[in-house]
């Protein structure tokens, strides 16, 4: 009875997941991105749709397997995922923002192959990119909203900073200088926020694990409210 109850938590919900690194074009050949490999962002919407939820993946990878009934937006810039975010909120209970967002991209996009340069060094000027969990997180209604922190130092103070910057209701730091965490590997360590101030550090695990617990979390948090 009770795995029945737990199973159809989310019934009715809708959430947004993002996933990956954003690419910033620098002309038509180059861009910019970082090493996230989507997984996490992949297994919390197998985690949601395992909790009976409806989920739209909005990702910049695509060679992952999609969980079964996911609704898959592709996207490579922040910009692109932005405009899909937005677009899908206002009609959401949430969004976990598990991509790797650029913070900046090139000023200027080139319309043709840069040449290589007869001095050096060759400099690019990088302007920021929106925040996307920050907008959203400042014109939240009933949406919960999930940000995530990638730190290498001093991780639960720039976390917890994070959380109230954002206006999130739940924050998830990952060091990612540890071998067993964040970029690219299967597992991951995290400490999980939340608004009130109670933090929950959870052991090392398989990402399919730590949405899990993610994903319970949230639900208790959808509870209380
Ligand atoms: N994020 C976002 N839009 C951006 C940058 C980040 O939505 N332009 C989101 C990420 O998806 C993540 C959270 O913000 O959920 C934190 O990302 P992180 O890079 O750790 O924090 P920043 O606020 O970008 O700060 P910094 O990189 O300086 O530590
Ligand atoms: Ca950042």
Do not use: W
């Amino acid at each position: 009875q009770l795995q029945q109850l737990t199973h159809h938590a989310l019934n009715g919900k809708h959430f947004i997941v993002t996933a990956g690194g954003t690419k910033e074009a620098i002309d038509p050949v180059r861009y910019i991105t970082n090493y996230s490999s989507g997984k996490m962002g992949y297994s919390l919407a197998q985690a949601l749709v395992e909790n009976g939820a409806t989920v739209t993946l909005i990702s910049t990878v695509d060679d992952l397997k999609l969980p079964f009934g996911v609704k898959y937006i592709a996207v490579s810039s922040a910009e692109e995922m932005r405009n899909a975010v937005e677009l899908a909120f206002d009609q959401s209970d949430g969004l976990i923002m598990a991509a790797a967002v650029a913070d900046y991209r090139p000023e200027n996009v080139a319309q043709q192959k840069i040449k290589k340069q007869t001095h050096d060094p060759m400099t690019m000027t990088l302007i920021q990119n929106p925040d996307i969990v920050a907008m959203m997180g400042a014109k939240k209604a009933k949406q919960i909203v999930v940000a995530f922190a990638a730190e290498t130092q001093d991780l639960l103070k720039n976390a917890k900073a994070k959380l109230l910057k954002k206006n999130a209701d739940m924050l998830i730091a990952n060091d990612v200088t540890a071998v067993d965490a964040g970029f690219g590997v299967d597992t991951n360590r995290v400490t999980i926020l939340q608004k009130d101030g109670d933090s929950i550090s959870l052991p090392v695990m398989s990402k399919i694990e730590v949405a899990r617990q993610i994903v319970e979390h949230m639900i208790i948090n959808m509870t209380k409210e």
